[in-house]
């Protein structure tokens, strides 16, 4: 058997399991937990647990806070842009096509935790549904397979669904959103990255939050995605007590860029329900811009962006380096708070 699948059959996924491998751990309130969100953990991510309560932990043990909640179960009214159940289609030219709801991990905090471990989510015949529906809209350019996870998919169904995709004309690119490569990197074999770069131009956005996530294993499948072809982003999720602090995110921006992968966004945390413990405030995001910008190569400043509300879309918050502007000069102000002025207007005259 492959190790990756090993890893998928060994899979914590009880509150009694987890509960023996930390003693310590409540395990009446895990279970109460369990029953609304479930727990999933592979041994691959759990070795990664150096203590209790440390940023690997919170992002997937159970805590009592996810059952008292003002979020809301769909933040991004995610299912109101959708036609057809499995795709939503918000921006003009882009569409996300969920393929399935499990993931390698189930993170405490995940966006989309109405849909994620319910296996009745989504029945592999609705592949069709959506592939018909991107067939059938020809000013989408770009689709984003997501999930869930869609690499927990067998090769052969990843195969099926980006190759028809690939068929379809007015497709340009194909992404993948999938935290494999950091909580089960094993999945990245040979052979998938073989069906992947046969369907380029092809992407991947992946999904590390803390710096303790990028370790030999994560390191050896982000640079067979990228020795493939694979321009691999990452999407950063700022989390409360994980990595809302500048100097973690320094860190793992620049591991990230030792990877070869590229930081693309840094989300606020939606509005999701039971995640009030993990929203951080929009000071301290900025807070975290302004250590990066400047601090390090700008091809490790990711955007800050807000996913607006009731389907607005992802809005970038950019930490003001306007001072002052009029009709001579803009005062701008670098990340050492030092100003510089800037003439306002071209010195080009129409007259000349
Ligand atoms: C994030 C997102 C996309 C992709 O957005 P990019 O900014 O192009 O990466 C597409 N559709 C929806 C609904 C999204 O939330
Ligand atoms: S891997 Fe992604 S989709 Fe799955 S639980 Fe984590 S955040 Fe949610």
Known sequence: MEEWKQLVRDTINTPEKLHSIFPNSNLEELQRVHKEFPIRINPYYLSLIEEPNDPIWKQVVPDSKELIS????????????????????????????????????????????????????????????????????SEIRDVIISGGDPLMLTD??????????????????IRIGSRVPVTLPQRITPNLCEILKKNH?????????????????????????????????????????????????????????????????????DLVYGTDHFRTSIESGLEVINGLRGHISGLGVPHYVIDAPNGGGKIAIIPNAIESLNEEEIILKNYEGNTYSYPSQPFFDEDW
């Open 156 to 173: 052969k169904k990843i195969e099926y669904i980006v190759s028809r995709l690939r068929e379809t004309e007015h497709i340009e690119i």
């Open 70 to 137: 003002t979020g809301f179960e769909d933040p991004l009214a995610e299912e109101h842009d959708s036609e057809v159940p499995n795709v939503t289609h918000r921006y003009p030219d882009r569409v996300l096509f969920y393929v399935n709801y499990m993931c390698p991990i189930y993170c405490r905090f995940c966006t989309r935790k109405r849909k994620v471990g319910d296996p009745y989510s989504i029945p592999d015949q609705n592949f069709e549904i959506g592939l018909e529906y991107i067939r059938k809209h």
């Open 201 to 269: 131009p092809f992407y991947i956005n992946t999904h590390f939050n803390h710096p303790i996530e990028i370790t030999r294993e994560t390191k050896k499948a982000c640079e067979m995605l990228v020795d493939s072809g694979i321009p691999v982003g990452n999407q950063t999720v700022l989390l409360r007590g994980v990595n809302d602090d500048p100097e973690v995110m320094r860190e793992l921006m620049r591991k990230l860029l030792s990877i070869r992968v590229k930081p693309y966004y840094i989300y606020q945390a």
